[in-house]
């Protein structure tokens, strides 16, 4: 595998149940992100990890928890999620936090909340 | 409030031709712009990117604008082909920090 990757690629979910989106990048990058891309709505940032320390929280409920055990591994653990949720969720990754590096993309979860 | 505002929604052009997709932004504080291209199933991916200090910036058929005092970039795309057609997102993040704030995006077709 190279890039950064993301399982599972599609999921549907009742608003009760409790799953988990997981990524990985094979970069050797020490930051990642978590996005959400809603249909007519611009990209927005979810959380940001460096060296595993979670450095921004965009304001997100508390519904969504990320996760990253190490620097290659990101997780969105989700639970009690309400059908607005439903977006393509995506990973990024880049090699620091600064601007001058860039950030590459994995290919989305798919998240349908019924 | 939308920080960075990007038109057109859609554009269709035809092969050769010139497409043209405009940003604005109201942070003056915002110090990169980049553009992203998305293809169907994947991730955005960058495609160029500009920094303040300079007020054009090309990289083969991709162009990028910069007016400071307008608070606008815009992205060039010459000599357009089918391949070109995916949706487009500007961004812009400030004090050298990787927080990028996106554009809605441009939906891109190239008819041949």
């Known amino acids: 595998e190279t890039g950064v990757t993301q399982t599972p690629r599609h999921l549907v979910m009742g608003m009760t149940n409790k799953k988990s989106l997981k990524c990985e990048q094979h970069l050797g990058h020490n930051a990642m992100y978590w996005y959400k891309q809603s249909a007519k709505k611009p990209l927005e940032l979810m959380f940001v990890?460096?060296?595993?320390?979670?450095?921004e929280n965009n304001s997100v409920p508390s519904r969504f928890s990320p996760e990253c055990p190490n620097s290659s591994h990101l997780f969105l653990h989700l639970h009690t999620l309400q059908p607005e949720d439903s977006a393509l969720y995506l990973c990024a990754s880049s090699q620091g936090t600064g601007n001058n590096y860039e950030q590459y993309f994995g290919p989305g979860t798919r998240l349908t909340v019924t | 409030q939308q920080q960075v505002k990007q038109s057109p929604q859609s554009l269709i052009v035809q092969k050769g031709g010139i497409s043209i997709i405009n940003c604005a932004y109201e942070n003056t504080a915002f110090d990169y712009f980049p553009w992203y291209q998305q293809f169907p199933g994947k991730g955005p991916a960058l495609l160029i990117a500009?920094?303040?200090?300079?007020s054009e910036k090309k990289e083969g058929r991709f162009t990028i604008s910069f007016n400071k005092s307008a608070k606008q970039f815009s992205l060039h795309i010459m000599d357009s082909q089918p391949g070109d057609s995916a949706t487009y997102f500007c961004a812009a993040s400030k004090g050298g920090y990787n927080k990028l704030i996106f554009g809605a995006g441009t939906r891109l077709a190239v008819h041949p």
């Open positions: 500009i920094r303040p200090d300079v």
């Open positions: 990890y460096n060296f595993k320390e979670q450095t």
